[in-house]
């Protein structure tokens, strides 16, 4: 599932991957609107599979932070407003779900975007996280690539 949700830089909030054009993809919002439009390689697009986060011994890939999200907030709507949360509100959250973090190399607004993140998937019912970890179970790079 997160192969096909992705992130624009510049844009806010998380889009679908509906299609691709010739030099571009055609992407939807994750919302009500279900908004088309075409993303070109200029935007910066990033697949939340590809994503992970800092720890203190490796990365971690974002589908098991935001597990441990699903599992700490009971599948809900994250408790913490990522918009009024200090630093501190934000690292103490971010460390229930994943105690190792690098504080020093993950700053506030990682854990805001991570937190607001994973409310748009919560609301719009894309809270199937494990399904992304068992399909790249087993999977080698290169017969992934074929």
């Not at 889009?15 to 279900?34: C, F, H, M, P």
């Not at 599979?49 to 974002?62: G, R, S």
């Not at 597990?67 to 949360?85: C, F, L, M, Q, W």
């Amino acid at each position: 599932m997160l192969e096909t949700i992705l992130a624009i830089s510049g844009k806010p909030g998380l889009y679908k991957l509906v299609s691709r054009g010739n030099r571009n993809l055609i992407v939807e919002t994750i919302d009500a609107q279900k908004k088309r439009f075409p993303a070109f390689a200029a935007d910066k697009i990033i697949s939340l599979a590809d994503i992970a986060m800092y720890t203190d011994e490796k990365e971690v890939p974002l589908r098991e932070v935001l597990k441990n999200i699903k599992e700490k907030e009971g599948g809900k709507v994250a408790s913490i407003d990522y918009r009024t949360a200090s630093k501190e509100e934000l690292f103490s959250f971010l460390g229930d779900v994943l105690p190792n973090f690098d504080r020093d190399r993950v700053y506030p607004t990682d854990v805001k975007k991570l937190i607001q993140w994973y409310n748009i998937l919560v609301e719009n019912g894309l809270t199937d996280f494990d399904e992304a970890l068992q399909e790249t179970k087993g999977d080698n790079i290169d017969d992934r690539k074929q």
